[in-house]
């Protein structure tokens, strides 16, 4: 390897990280956008990844579903989707190698009777049959990062406490797989929405601990109802429709800020993504943390 290969910084590596527990909405679908497309404008590479970790909370046709939207949107990933049921030996490597750096360790107590306060000092519950393991947080301090949107944004690890990496129950919890595959994928920027910018902490926590360079985060706002909800699965947000393609991600760009000219109303998904990849600006939307959705992405 050459000096400057060494010194150069890794290849942008963008994703889209969708969890299957039901089709595609709009809020989703500015999250698969703001990552495509700011991959893109840097010439980098945009994977998809299905986070199918939690069976009872899933859609046995979401992931497919996903897919196909997807492709009606016009969008091209990067190599084969990865699929997180696939990842437990390597999620498994990572909790042994915190475990022998003492850095997770097994509590049985159920979030309830820590009462809130998750620290290692309260985990003296009455033994019972299933265990979760625990990241040992540092007690106090604090981690600050640069969002490129949020700005700097900071979060005590009195606030994070000792956060589950496998629950009680079974599965991986999200932190600790998401920052297994975004290390083994080579993720460089994780562009997502401002619900998850209380994740980063956590995931910093872990990548430190790990001894792996840090992604940069961009997390956009998020889509709201007229109630002021997020527009999410959970609040039965719309589908998205795939013979509607082109006017939605024409409604998708405006709502990211982006000026679509008024020329590419109608345009095919493929011209109106090419057009926002040779326009993307994340500039706008600096500093905002929510929008309202138009009324045809709502609940339906
Ligand atoms: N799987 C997560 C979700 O669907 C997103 C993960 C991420 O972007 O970090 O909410």
């Given at each position: 390897?050459?000096?400057?290969?060494?010194?150069s910084?890794?290849?942008?590596?963008g994703?889209?990280?969708?969890?299957?527990?039901?089709?595609?909405?709009?809020?989703?679908?500015?999250?698969?956008?703001?990552?495509?497309?700011?991959?893109?404008?840097?010439?980098?590479?945009?994977?998809?990844?299905?986070?199918?970790?939690?069976?009872p909370?899933?859609?046995?046709?979401?992931?497919?579903?996903i897919?196909?939207?997807l492709?009606?949107?016009?969008?091209?990933?990067?190599?084969?989707?990865?699929?997180?049921?696939?990842?437990?030996?390597?999620?498994?490597?990572?909790?042994?190698?915190?475990?022998?750096?003492?850095?997770?360790?097994?509590?049985?107590c159920?979030?309830?009777?820590?009462n809130?306060?998750?620290?290692?000092?309260n985990?003296h519950?009455p033994?019972?049959?299933?265990?979760?393991?625990?990241?040992?947080?540092?007690?106090?301090?604090?981690?600050?990062?640069?969002?490129?949107?949020?700005?700097?944004w900071?979060?005590?690890?009195?606030?994070?406490?000792?956060?589950?990496?496998k629950?009680?129950d079974?599965?991986?919890?999200?932190?600790?797989?998401?920052?297994a595959?975004?290390?083994?994928?080579?993720v460089?920027?994780v562009?997502?929405g401002?619900?998850?910018?209380?994740?980063?902490?956590?995931?910093?926590?872990?990548?430190?601990?790990?001894?792996?360079p840090l992604?940069?985060?961009?997390?956009?706002?998020?889509?709201?109802?007229?109630?002021?909800?997020?527009?999410s699965?959970?609040?039965?947000?719309?589908p998205?429709?795939?013979?509607?393609?082109?006017?939605?991600?024409?409604?998708?760009?405006?709502?990211?800020?982006?000026?679509?000219?008024?020329?590419?109303?109608?345009?095919?998904?493929?011209?109106?993504?090419?057009?926002?990849?040779?326009?993307?600006?994340?500039?706008?939307?600096?500093?905002?943390?929510?929008?309202?959705?138009?009324?045809?992405?709502?609940?339906?």
């Amino acid at each position: 390897m050459t000096d400057s290969a060494l010194l150069s910084p890794p290849p942008y590596t963008g994703r889209f990280a969708p969890s299957p527990t039901g089709p595609l909405h709009f809020g989703s679908l500015l999250a698969a956008l703001a990552s495509y497309l700011d991959a893109r404008a840097h010439d980098g590479r945009w994977l998809l990844r299905i986070e199918n970790l939690d069976p009872p909370r899933e859609d046995p046709d979401a992931a497919d579903s996903i897919l196909r939207t997807l492709e009606h949107y016009g969008f091209c990933y990067d190599g084969p989707v990865r699929y997180q049921s696939e990842r437990h030996d390597a999620y498994q490597a990572i909790l042994q190698q915190l475990i022998d750096q003492q850095q997770a360790f097994p509590c049985q107590c159920s979030r309830k009777q820590l009462n809130g306060h998750p620290h290692r000092g309260n985990c003296h519950c009455p033994a019972a049959k299933d265990i979760a393991w625990r990241f040992l947080s540092p007690a106090e301090g604090e981690f600050c990062f640069d969002d490129s949107l949020q700005g700097r944004w900071c979060e005590a690890f009195a606030d994070i406490g000792d956060f589950v990496l496998k629950r009680r129950d079974g599965p991986w919890s999200y932190q600790l797989a998401v920052i297994a595959d975004d290390i083994d994928q080579g993720v460089t920027h994780v562009v997502r929405g401002i619900d998850l910018i209380d994740s980063s902490a956590r995931q910093a926590l872990l990548y430190q601990a790990l001894g792996q360079p840090l992604p940069h985060w961009t997390h956009i706002p998020v889509a709201l109802e007229h109630n002021g909800q997020k527009l999410s699965k959970q609040n039965l947000a719309r589908p998205l429709d795939n013979a509607d393609a082109s006017q939605t991600l024409y409604a998708a760009l405006t709502w990211l800020r982006q000026q679509p000219p008024p020329t590419l109303q109608g345009a095919p998904a493929h011209e109106l993504l090419s057009w926002a990849v040779n326009h993307w600006q994340q500039a706008p939307l600096r500093g905002l943390q929510a929008l309202p959705a138009a009324d045809a992405f709502c609940r339906s």
